[in-house]
């Protein structure tokens, strides 16, 4: 996994997310900060759990997380998928499960 940052505030941060095929983040969560999600190229997999839902990206297509969603971002395809991911409002943090 890769990123590029395009915007990064105290509160902000916009960045260019890469997954190889088969990559994927860790099980996490943020206290404060909101994930937006918009897959550029392949495909990306979005999941939450408690609820347990997930959601298949293509170009063009966003998904939105709200703290304190547990989630997760995986490739759903097979080459390299690509995705701009904009987190905030607020003190960014990584709570790794």
């Given at each position: ?19 190889d095929h ?76």
């Amino acid at each position: 996994m890769s990123s590029h940052d395009v915007i990064r505030t105290d509160n902000v941060l916009v960045r260019v997310m890469e997954l190889d095929h088969g990559a994927s983040t860790k099980w996490h969560y943020h206290t404060e900060v909101t994930d937006y999600f918009v897959c550029l190229n392949g495909a990306i997999k979005v999941e939450v759990n408690n609820p347990d839902e997930s959601v298949v990206l293509h170009p063009g297509q966003r998904a939105e997380i709200t703290p304190p969603q547990v989630h997760r971002v995986s490739n759903a395809y097979p080459e390299k998928s690509e995705y701009l991911l904009v987190q905030g409002v607020g003190t960014y943090d990584f709570v790794e499960l």
